[in-house]
C-alpha cells in the first residue's frame, strides 16, 4: 500500500507510521507540530525529548533500513492538503491530524475556535483531497468513544437499528459528547458520513478509547524512536499520567468519585487495529465503524491497578481523589460492543502487571525529567 498518514509526528501517528514501513509498505508522513507548539505553549511538554520528524526519519532508517516520507505543512490549509495527496498519491490514508486534547478545547474561546477550526477543516481537506484526486482511496479516520458519551443503554459499533411507530431504519448511534474536543469528533463523523453517502467514499472511523504505552517493536529499536509520552494535565492519557504520578511519588489523581468507566487499549494495539483496517478496507459508499478496545476499566481499578505494581516495585504509591474538573458522570452504566476488529483478527496486549512493571521501568530511567507542576488540573469546565 501507499499509506499517507496525517498527524505522523505524534504519540499514534510516528509509531503506526513505522509499523507501516515495516511491514513493507510505502509510507509518507504530514505534520505541522501542532501538538509540540500547544505543549510548550502550555507548559505540556512531553517525558522525553523527540527528535524532529524529519531526524526520526533518518535514525528510524539507519536502525531499520526502511524509508519514511516526511513533509511538514498544515493540513487545515486545502492547498498543503491537496499537494501532498496529489504529489504522494496514496491508497490509504490513515488521519490522526486533529487537537486531541479535551482539556485545551475547553481553556477559552480561542483555544476552542483553535480546535473546532483545526479538526473540521483537516478532515474537510482530507475528504476534498481523496474526491477530487485519488476517488479509490481509503480514509481511516480516528474518532473516539467519547464520541458516544456514557448512555445508559449498550453502545454499538457506530450504527444503530431504531423501530418507531412501526417502521425500521438504521442510523448512526446517537452521540453526547463530553468536551468541544469531543464534539469535533462528532462532526467529523457527520461530515464523513454526508461524503460517503453523496460520493461513495470508502471509509472506516475508529472510536478509540484511551491509549497507553510507550513500547512498540520499532519503537524500542532506539530511544529517540520513542513516541511523545505526555502526562500532563493537557495531553496525558489517564494510565499514563498515573504511572508517571506513581513514579512522582504525587499521590494518583482520581476525579471525583473515579467511577467514571472507560475502554483502554495498549498502543501496540492500536497499530494492529489500524494495521488490520486497512488490509480490510471499507467498501466504496461504506462508513463502516469499530469500536476500538480490549479493556473496561473505571478510574480507580486503573489506580489499584497501578498502586498494587508499583507498591510491588518498591514505590509506595498513594491514591487521592480530589475535585473533579470536568462536568461528567462518575458513575454510570457502560457496555460498548466491540467485536468488530476482533473478528478482523486483532489479538490483545492486556494491561498485565508485566505491561504496567515495564512501563514503570522506562519512567524510572526518567525520573529525573518529570515536572510535577504539569500534573494537577489546570483547566475545569465544571
Ligand atoms: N491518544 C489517545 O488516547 C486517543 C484516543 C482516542 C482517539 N485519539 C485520536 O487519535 C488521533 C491521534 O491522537 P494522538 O494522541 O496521537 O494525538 P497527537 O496530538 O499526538 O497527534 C496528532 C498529530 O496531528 C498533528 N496535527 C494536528 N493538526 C494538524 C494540522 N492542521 N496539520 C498537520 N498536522 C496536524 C499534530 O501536530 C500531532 O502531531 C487524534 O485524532 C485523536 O483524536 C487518540
Known amino acids: 500500500m501507499r499509506v499517507l498518514i496525517l498527524g505522523g509526528d505524534g504519540y499514534l501517528g510516528w509509531p503506526t507510521a513505522m509499523d507501516f514501513a515495516a511491514a513493507g509498505h510505502e509510507c509518507c508522513v504530514a505534520d505541522n507540530y501542532l501538538r509540540r507548539h500547544i505543549a510548550e505553549a502550555t507548559d505540556s511538554e512531553a517525558l522525553m525529548v523527540a527528535p524532529s520528524l524529519t531526524e526520526r526519519a533518518q535514525i528510524f532508517r539507519a536502525a531499520s533500513g526502511y524509508h519514511i516520507d516526511v513533509r511538514i505543512g498544515d493540513l487545515s490549509d486545502p492547498e498543503v492538503m491537496f499537494e501532498i495527496v496529489r504529489d504522494f498519491s496514496p491508497d490509504t490514508i490513515i488521519h490522526y491530524a486533529e487537537q486531541p486534547s479535551a482539556p485545551y478545547s475547553m481553556r477559552g474561546f480561542r483555544e476552542a475556535q483553535e480546535t473546532f477550526q483545526n479538526n473540521l477543516n483537516v478532515t474537510f481537506n482530507c475528504i476534498w483531497a481523496v474526491k477530487d484526486l485519488v476517488p479509490d482511496c481509503q480514509i481511516v479516520k480516528l474518532g473516539t468513544m467519547g464520541e458516544y458519551g456514557t448512555p445508559n443503554i449498550d453502545i454499538e ?109 495498549n498502543l501496540r494495539d492500536t497499530l494492529q487495529c489500524v494495521r488490520l483496517a486497512a488490509g480490510n478496507p471499507a467498501k466504496r459508499g461504506e462508513l463502516r465503524i469499530f469500536n476500538q478496545l480490549t479493556e473496561i476499566f473505571t478510574v480507580n481499578e486503573v489506580a489499584e491497578r497501578v498502586k498494587t505494581v508499583g507498591d510491588k516495585m518498591g514505590l509506595d504509591v498513594a491514591i487521592k481523589s480530589i475535585p473533579n474538573p470536568r462536568k461528567e458522570k462518575e458513575e454510570h452504566y457502560y457496555n460498548p460492543t466491540h467485536s468488530g476488529l476482533r473478528e478482523l483478527g486483532l489479538i490483545p496486549h492486556y494491561m498485565t502487571d508485566d505491561v504496567v512493571a515495564a512501563t514503570l521501568e522506562r519512567i524510572i530511567a526518567n525520573k529525573d525529567r518529570i515536572v510535577t507542576g504539569r500534573i494537577m488540573p489546570r483547566v475545569r469546565w465544571n
Open 157 to 265: 459499533e457506530g450504527w444503530i437499528e431504531i423501530e418507531h411507530k412501526g417502521r425500521k431504519d438504521t442510523f448512526l448511534f446517537p452521540r453526547a459528547a463530553g468536551s468541544l474536543y469531543h464534539t469535533t469528533k462528532v462532526l467529523d463523523t457527520d461530515l464523513l458520513w454526508f461524503y460517503v453517502r453523496t460520493y461513495g467514499l470508502r471509509v472506516t472511523d475508529l472510536m478509540q478509547g484511551p491509549v497507553y504505552g510507550i513500547s512498540t517493536e520499532e519503537a524500542d529499536l532506539d530511544p529517540r524512536l520513542c513516541p511523545h509520552f505526555h502526562y500532563d494535565d493537557i495531553f496525558g492519557t489517564l494510565v499514563n499520567r498515573f504511572l508517571v504520578q506513581a513514579v512522582a511519588g504525587v499521590p494518583l489523581t482520581v476525579y471525583g468519585g473515579g467511577g467514571q468507566t472507560r475502554g483502554y487499549l
